[in-house]
């Protein structure tokens, strides 16, 4: 995408607003709500400077400014439109609560998208406020923040703003704006909705943007749409294999909530896996397990679907011809998760080169950690010293025959047991956000104290570092577990 960095504001935001130069069917102008006596609950430092903003600047001016009372002159706030489907049903939607402020340049003219969410209602509220309550943005900035460090690619926070108001859900709750960063909010619902409004050129609009903004390299291509649609498809394939290297479960993969560059977005009832089991749901709203630990990676095969119906009419006028094409390219999705996801779980356990056993050694493992009930992330930290392992687990002869071909395995590779200890603590956290650690600090911060919030983050920020104190690798009880739940936050 070629442009001039524009020149930046006092706070070092350098705006530019390209996607508001499309067809203006993809979105509506939409100012944010002016708070009367807003706060800063939590700023990212250093997120602000990577970005080359003024970061000691924002932080002394309180971030009123982005508390719609003085939006940057060179903003122009829009929200956007997509559609999606929701748990299988099919609706148009768009930024009910989200404005997009602009997208700002860095000085090596990098491109982020810089969104407030919570920042009232919009022409896509359906008659919502358009609100956020703090908890559910401080726990976004908390998760993000945590996925980036555990190196999966991610939207991420630079506030939680404290609007000074009070929002109303079951309960009267504190209101707050995220200002979330990301390489953009195209979604698959996005060409969703350009598809589904039956205007070509608008759809073709979309699709040219969106390879020169994210993959310019596709605009000398014989066919550049299907660059796209294989692209998309293999991003989607590692992300998700990277959740299901850590346990992470998104808890509503609509797909309106996937982005196409391939970043996790939209941390709404997420959580992290305990207890190993494939059917984990903790979403109060997934009644039906669609969304579950296991089921992801066909969701994530299912939403991409719905991404190439939407790319027909640009990958080949003649629609068969179209689906043979998507088909293919469709086709390799399973092959590129199963690779990457494979070759994530082999370092997990220590193993450098590939041999065509090793599926069947990490399946038992998980076979047996879901018969035992073993937590995921510790199994794996302990595999070496099994003395800290569930003690069912351990005491079942199939484990120990597992381990047994295990180090055998490990013994027809050429590195050291070191160099297996040091890849394993590489690739296995020792902190991840707990859930049950996530919640006391949501509720310490809702009774304003913001101190076990930081405490926690810090520890986040180093996931394979063994923390101070203990009590952060501590996994919950089961029974707690079992009935934990978490909500969407709207």
Same mark, same amino acid.
């Given at each position: 995408?070629?442009?001039?960095?524009?020149?930046?504001?006092?706070?070092g935001f350098s705006?530019?607003?390209?996607?508001s130069?499309?067809?203006?069917?993809?979105?509506?102008?939409?100012?944010?709500?002016?708070f009367?006596?807003?706060?800063l609950?939590?700023?990212?430092?250093?997120?602000?400077?990577?970005?080359d903003l003024n970061?000691?600047?924002?932080?002394?001016?309180?971030?009123?400014?982005f508390?719609?009372r003085?939006?940057?002159e060179?903003?122009?706030?829009?929200?956007q439109?997509?559609?999606?489907?929701?748990?299988?049903?099919?609706?148009?939607?768009?930024?009910?609560?989200?404005?997009?402020l602009?997208?700002h340049?860095?000085?090596?003219?990098?491109?982020?998208?810089?969104?407030?969410?919570?920042?009232?209602?919009?022409?896509y509220?359906?008659?919502g406020?358009g609100?956020?309550?703090?908890?559910?943005?401080?726990r976004?900035?908390?998760?993000?923040?945590?996925?980036?460090?555990?190196g999966?690619?991610?939207?991420r926070?630079?506030?939680?703003?404290?609007?000074?108001?009070t929002?109303?859900?079951a309960?009267?709750?504190?209101?707050a704006? *995220? $200002? #979330?960063? @990301?390489? =953009?909010?195209?979604?698959v619902?996005t060409?969703?909705?350009?598809a589904? !409004?039956?205007?070509?050129?608008?759809?073709?609009?979309?699709?040219?943007?969106t390879?020169?903004?994210?993959?310019?390299?596709?605009?000398?291509?014989?066919?550049?749409?299907?660059?796209?649609?294989?692209?998309?498809?293999?991003n989607?394939?590692k992300?998700?294999?990277k959740?299901?290297q850590?346990?992470?479960i998104h808890?509503?993969?609509?797909?309106?909530?996937?982005?196409?560059?391939?970043e996790?977005?939209?941390?709404g009832?997420?959580?992290?896996?305990?207890?190993?089991?494939?059917?984990?749901v903790?979403?109060?709203?997934?009644?039906?397990?669609?969304?579950?630990?296991?089921?992801?990676?066909?969701?994530g095969?299912?939403? *991409? $679907? #719905?991404? @190439?119906? =939407?790319?027909?009419?640009?990958?080949?006028?003649?629609?068969?011809?179209? !689906?043979?094409?998507?088909g293919?390219?469709l086709?390799?999705?399973?092959?590129?998760?199963?690779?990457?996801?494979?070759?994530a779980?082999?370092?997990k356990?220590?193993?450098?080169?590939?041999?065509?056993?090793?599926l069947?050694?990490?399946?038992d493992?998980?076979?047996?950690?879901y018969?035992?009930?073993?937590?995921?992330?510790?199994?794996?930290?302990?595999?070496?010293n099994?003395s800290?392992?569930?003690?069912?687990?351990?005491?079942?002869?199939?484990?120990?025959n597992?381990?047994?071909?295990w180090?055998?395995?490990?013994?027809?590779?050429?590195?050291?047991?070191?160099e297996v200890?040091?890849l394993?603590?590489?690739?296995?956290?020792l902190v991840?956000?707990?859930?049950?650690l996530?919640e006391?600090?949501?509720?310490?911060?809702s009774?304003?104290?913001?101190?076990?919030?930081?405490d926690?983050?810090?520890?986040l920020?180093?996931?394979?570092?063994?923390?101070e104190?203990?009590?952060y690798m501590?996994a919950?009880?089961?029974?707690?577990?079992?009935?934990?739940r978490t909500?969407?936050?709207?």
């Amino acid at each position: 995408m070629n442009f001039t960095r524009p020149t930046p504001d006092p706070y070092g935001f350098s705006f530019d607003n390209s996607y508001s130069k499309l067809p203006d069917v993809l979105f509506t102008r939409a100012n944010p709500k002016s708070f009367k006596n807003p706060s800063l609950a939590v700023f990212n430092k250093s997120l602000a400077r990577s970005l080359d903003l003024n970061s000691d600047e924002l932080e002394a001016d309180n971030w009123a400014s982005f508390a719609g009372r003085s939006i940057p002159e060179t903003a122009y706030p829009i929200a956007q439109a997509y559609a999606g489907h929701q748990f299988g049903g099919f609706a148009n939607l768009g930024d009910g609560r989200a404005v997009l402020l602009g997208e700002h340049i860095t000085f090596n003219q990098d491109r982020v998208d810089i969104q407030l969410k919570g920042a009232g209602p919009t022409p896509y509220s359906r008659s919502g406020d358009g609100l956020a309550a703090s908890g559910p943005m401080l726990r976004e900035y908390l998760m993000s923040e945590a996925m980036y460090a555990l190196g999966v690619p991610t939207t991420r926070s630079l506030a939680v703003m404290l609007t000074g108001e009070t929002v109303y859900r079951a309960e009267p709750l504190e209101g707050a704006v *995220l $200002t #979330r960063v @990301a390489a =953009s909010h195209i979604r698959v619902g996005t060409f969703q909705y350009a598809a589904s !409004i039956k205007q070509p050129k608008v759809l073709k609009a979309l699709a040219d943007y969106t390879i020169s903004r994210h993959f310019p390299a596709f605009v000398t291509h014989l066919n550049p749409y299907i660059s796209l649609l294989k692209a998309v498809i293999d991003n989607q394939a590692k992300l998700i294999a990277k959740w299901m290297q850590i346990g992470f479960i998104h808890g509503v993969m609509n797909t309106d909530n996937m982005s196409v560059f391939g970043e996790t977005i939209d941390y709404g009832p997420c959580a992290f896996m305990n207890t190993y089991n494939p059917k984990t749901v903790f979403s109060s709203i997934d009644q039906q397990g669609r969304y579950a630990f296991g089921n992801q990676p066909m969701i994530g095969e299912w939403n *991409l $679907t #719905r991404f @190439a119906e =939407s790319l027909l009419p640009l990958l080949n006028e003649n629609q068969p011809e179209a !689906i043979r094409i998507a088909g293919e390219c469709l086709d390799e999705y399973q092959h590129t998760f199963r690779n990457n996801w494979l070759a994530a779980m082999r370092k997990k356990i220590g193993i450098f080169n590939a041999e065509p056993s090793d599926l069947s050694l990490v399946e038992d493992l998980l076979m047996l950690m879901y018969k035992h009930q073993a937590d995921y992330t510790s199994t794996f930290i302990y595999l070496l010293n099994p003395s800290q392992l569930n003690e069912q687990l351990i005491d079942d002869g199939a484990f120990k025959n597992w381990s047994a071909k295990w180090r055998e395995r490990l013994s027809r590779q050429a590195q050291t047991m070191q160099e297996v200890q040091s890849l394993m603590l590489s690739h296995n956290p020792l902190v991840i956000p707990r859930n049950h650690l996530v919640e006391q600090v949501l509720d310490h911060a809702s009774q304003g104290n913001m101190q076990p919030f930081h405490d926690f983050l810090k520890v986040l920020l180093s996931p394979y570092t063994p923390p101070e104190d203990e009590k952060y690798m501590l996994a919950p009880d089961l029974k707690e577990d079992a009935r934990y739940r978490t909500f969407c936050g709207t």
